[in-house]
């Protein structure tokens, strides 16, 4: 049974790597987009624009890539319903990344002949915000159970166009927005929300009274949108991770930007982990409606061989 889920454990770790590093390249890219207007707007895209790139450009192709992989060779049958049923959502998110990396590296040789960064020309900002909402509406479709066994088998806009794909949407990106916020800009230490403290105000409080009110309504989004998942989380095995995340981003509030950043870093990434930890666990042991993660599983020795791959490669 350990080897059957061995390799999943691997891509949720690799998922929470994936929204950790990318996507706060991507919170940075929507910082940009929430700058606003004016020479105090210009300041935060030109702040934001140097925490933007630090891990974009390895990590939305290294991440996925290696979670699909793994997906596609220890299950099978799972990666197949999942890619062909949100095949609309992840296209939307492929495109998103692209464009986003693309903005990057043109406003990076901007950079080169420029004192400001010229990041107001990119398109990375729209692509920032389109990016991870398509892959949180992914997700909470899995999520939701609306991605039934087989090739093209759930309808193609419904499973990710509902009430709870759209809040793990707007959750994605609102994680991701607190991400870029506080991890440390490319070649400057400081996290983006000190940084923006210095030079204008921020609205960094607010922001954070906004993310928990969106965590509560997802709550009640998924009590009344699917009740199995709602119960796993507040009565069922993803309760502690529920607790976890809850408290790391209460702790995260509480310290002082300059004093702990490296301890708030690390409390946004258990949060971040938290949520994807208590997902699973208030999903297990189906994979799929109607499919448990033993049914899903490839053979005895293909599993062996994911196993090590995955760990000869870490």
């Known amino acids: 049974m350990l080897l059957k889920s061995l390799p999943l454990i691997f891509v949720l770790i690799g998922l929470v790597f994936y929204m950790a590093l990318a996507g706060a390249d991507f919170g940075a890219g929507i910082w940009q987009a929430l700058a606003g207007g004016g ?13 933007d790139g630090a891990g974009l450009g390895g990590q939305p192709r290294s991440g996925s890539s290696s979670c699909s992989t793994v997906m596609w060779t220890a299950y099978p049958v799972a990666l197949g ?6 095949a609309a ?9 692209i464009v986003a990396r693309c903005g990057l590296r043109a406003a990076q040789r901007h950079d080169h002949g420029r004192a400001s960064s010229g990041a107001s020309t990119a398109p990375s900002p729209p692509a920032s915000v389109v990016a991870p909402f398509a892959l949180g509406a992914a997700i909470g479709g899995i999520a939701s159970g609306r991605v039934p066994v087989g090739n093209a088998a759930g309808h193609l806009i419904s499973s990710w166009v509902n009430a709870t794909s759209i809040l793990t949407g ?29 030079v204008v105000p921020h609205p960094c409080a607010r922001h954070r009274r906004r993310r928990g009110a969106l965590a509560i309504a997802g709550l009640v989004v998924l009590h009344e949108d699917e009740h199995r998942l709602y119960h796993g989380l507040v009565a069922g095995d993803g309760l502690p991770a529920l607790i976890v995340s809850v408290l790391a981003g209460a702790g995260r509030s509480r310290w002082s930007p300059l004093a702990a950043m ?38 005895h020795a293909t599993l062996v061989a994911v196993v090590i791959a995955v760990l000869a490669g870490a």
């Open 89 to 97: 959502a992840l296209l939307i998110a492929g495109v998103g990344i």
């Open 39 to 51: 020479e105090e707007g210009e300041r935060r895209r030109d702040i934001a624009h140097q925490r």
């Open 262 to 299: 490296r301890p708030a870093r690390y409390s946004a990434a258990l949060a971040v982990a938290a949520v994807v930890a208590g997902w699973a666990l208030a999903q297990q042991p189906q994979i799929l409606p109607g499919l448990t993660v033993s049914q899903a599983a490839a053979s």
């Open 81 to 86: 319903s999942i890619a062909s049923t949100l």
């Open 170 to 198: 707007a959750l994605a990106v609102v994680f991701s927005a607190y991400l870029g916020a506080i991890y440390p800009q490319r070649g400057l230490g400081a996290p983006l929300r000190v940084r923006a403290d210095r």
